[in-house]
Every structure is written in C-alpha cells, then in structure tokens.
C-alpha cells in the first residue's frame, strides 16, 4: 500500500524556475528520502531527512519536514532541462533495529521546458 | 566500482510461467530489497534480504519468493505469472546498518 502522496501528480515549468512538490504521509518515520527516477528506470537517492530534523540543503535542493502534520517538501531552485524526471518521496517506518523498509508515494512528474 | 546490477532487462512471458529475476548488490553492500512498479505508480516493496534470510515482506502473495546467496547477490521467482504481475521490477540494496538505497536499472517484465 502507498503511505506518502505526492502534491501535485505533475508540475511543468520554464527552466530557472523553482519547482515545489509536497508529500504527505500517515505513520510515525525514522526518516523520509526523496528519490528521482527518469524514464521509468531506476531510482536515484536525492536527500534523506531525520524525524528529528526541520530542513536539509543539498546543492539545489530544499527539503522540509513537518512531523506534526506528517508532510514534506522538496524545492528544487533554477530548475533545468536535465531535472525533467519523477519524483518519489519514501517513508522509512520505525521498527526494529535495521529492519528497515520504504513506503512510497506516487510520484510527482516534472517537466522542465528549455 | 560497478552499482547495482539487474538481469534481464526485459523478459516477456505468458500467463502461468514461471519467472527468475537476479541482482547483484553493489560492493560493499549485504542488504537486498525487491520493489515493484506498476506504470504510473511508485515502488511496492516486495521483501528484503539479509544474511541469505528473508527479513521483512510486504503484501504480496507466496508467489512471489526470493532467495540471497553467500556473495550477497538475489533472485526473486514468480510462480503462475498473471497478467496483473506485469510491471518493472527494481532491486535495490544497501548496507545493513545503512539507510540511503542504491538501485538498480529494473527488469521489465510482460506477461501475456
């Protein structure tokens, strides 16, 4: 079953431009990791946040947590052609010890216009 | 340093067949996880491997079985394909203690 939703299902914009997706989730997380995937192929790893963290930068990219209302944000600022691809959010449910397993959303897709 | 590895990239098959999917972890990595994506939907998480023993396993049915081998590398089988079993199956893994995945390219599998 899908525990994040991505907001919104599909976005399109001009390069340089930011590109905004949200996520929503339902149960207690030890962290939350977006991923990016093109063309229906495999998953690339963006950013993990902990449950205890507020907000993360890598490089371009923003990424907020709200524990208390069970949503992420992930910003993508001056986007280009090349970040054209889905986006995923997942979930990595509290357990035990190491046993972990993601739950994921289905994906924002962007589209950045040259 | 090769990453995840996945064999093959595209099988076709029909209705009842059986089917092996492999995977080899990227190096260093003894954890294997299986998802599989429905087009236009995210990642369901199948069942992941560790020390050659499956330790957690989401909703899908006994059809579905894995098995992981003392180099770390996995196959899953699927018994009595159904037409509903079509999708792209991602592998990925990573370090026991370790959080972040690494996938790989998928296998996209048709049943007919």
């Known amino acids: 079953s899908q525990q994040g939703e991505e907001d919104p299902q599909a976005l399109s914009i001009q390069e340089g431009e930011n590109a905004t997706m949200n996520c929503s989730y339902k149960t207690s997380i030890n962290n939350l990791q977006w991923y990016r995937q093109n063309s229906g192929r495999g998953l690339v790893h963006l950013i993990l946040i902990r449950s205890n963290e507020r907000e993360k930068h890598s490089g371009r990219l923003r990424v907020t947590l709200d524990t208390s209302k069970k949503s992420s944000s992930l910003l993508i600022t001056a986007s280009r052609a090349a970040d054209t691809a889905s986006y995923f959010c997942a979930t990595d449910e509290r357990g035990a010890g190491n046993n972990r397993k993601l739950i994921w959303g289905l994906g924002t897709s962007l589209a950045v216009n040259p | 340093d090769a990453g995840v590895t996945q064999s093959p990239t595209h099988l076709i098959k029909t209705r009842g067949q059986q089917v092996t999917l492999r995977c080899s972890p990227k190096s260093g990595h003894d954890t294997v996880s299986w998802y599989q994506q429905a087009l236009g939907q995210g990642p369901q998480f199948i069942f992941q491997y560790y020390e050659e023993e499956e330790r957690q396993r989401g909703n899908f049915p006994d059809r579905f079985s894995g098995h992981q081998f003392p180099n770390y590398s996995s196959e899953l089988n699927v018994n009595a394909l159904l037409l509903g079993d079509s999708a792209l199956y991602l592998c990925?893994?990573?370090?026991?203690?370790?959080?972040?995945?690494?996938f790989g390219s998928g296998t996209q599998l048709s049943v007919l």
């Open positions: 990925a893994s990573r370090g026991w203690t370790n959080e972040k995945l690494f």
